[in-house]
């Protein structure tokens, strides 16, 4: 069994709009629903583990996922004060029957079935996989008086940002979660799941193609960016 963990306990500090950015709609719908539908859609995915904000569940549950018909979502459940904190409850909810797990950001709406299939493939051939895409720009350090680190400049072609979804054999990102948490719980630095994997399993992790539209809404104009994408898709799907 394949269970999706979906991250939407944040408060979307640098959106800087009146609600957490979960909630806000892009084209008439709220934002957290476009990746709930595309992995309900998916015939790999058999159940979901949707996280909100303490004291949200009800409210999500029914405005949310009965008001969608996302029967897939198992349980919505309270995350907690960082990322890692809400996806620390959630793994609490796996049984051992959900072999492999994909854990998604709820800001990510431009999700796409090829890119979860992706992600499953690679977690089930090496252990873990996340999604990701060569940078485009060209990426400098900094140094703390705002000047480039000049023999720094990092090689573009091995440079990738990563997208979720990160995909794991559940039994052993647990594994991961309960050193970092026996060892104190610190969130610092600490902003992916593949970090997870990397420091406490000391492995690496499987990079497959993302998808550059698989863009992250974190600032007002991102959103925008979305509606875009959003528009651009429907029009070359009818
Ligand atoms: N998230 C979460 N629990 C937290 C923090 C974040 O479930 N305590 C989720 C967010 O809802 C989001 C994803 O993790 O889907 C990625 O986080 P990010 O883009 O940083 O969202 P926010 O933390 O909400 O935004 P900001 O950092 O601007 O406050
Ligand atoms: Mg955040």
Known sequence: MNTAI??????????????????????????????????????????????????????????????????????????????????WNALQHLTERSAYVLIHDSAR?????GVIE?????????????AGEPLKDTVKLRNSRGFTLDTLTLPRNAVWMVQTPQGFRTDLI????????????????ITDDAMMWEIYLNRPVKIVEGDYANLKVTTP???LLAEC???YRQENLD
């Open 229 to 231: 994408l959003i528009r």
């Open 109 to 113: 709406p431009m999700i796409s079935e």
């Open 6 to 87: 979906i991250l939407a306990a944040g408060s979307g500090r640098r959106m800087e709009a009146d609600t957490p950015k979960q909630y806000i709609e892009l084209l008439g719908k709220p934002m957290m629903v476009y990746s709930l539908e595309v992995f309900q859609a998916c015939p790999q995915i058999d159940d979901i583990i949707l996280v909100v904000a303490e004291g949200d569940e009800e409210y999500v549950q029914k405005e949310i996922v009965d008001a969608y018909h996302l029967g897939k979502v198992r349980k919505v459940i309270a995350g907690g004060k960082e990322r890692c904190d809400s996806v």
């Open 174 to 189: 647990c594994e991961a979660y309960r050193i970092w948490k026996s060892e104190g719980g610190n969130t610092r630095g």
């Open 221 to 223: 104009e991102d959103r």
């Open 118 to 130: 992706r992600v499953l493939t690679g977690a089930k051939e090496h252990g873990s996989a996340v």
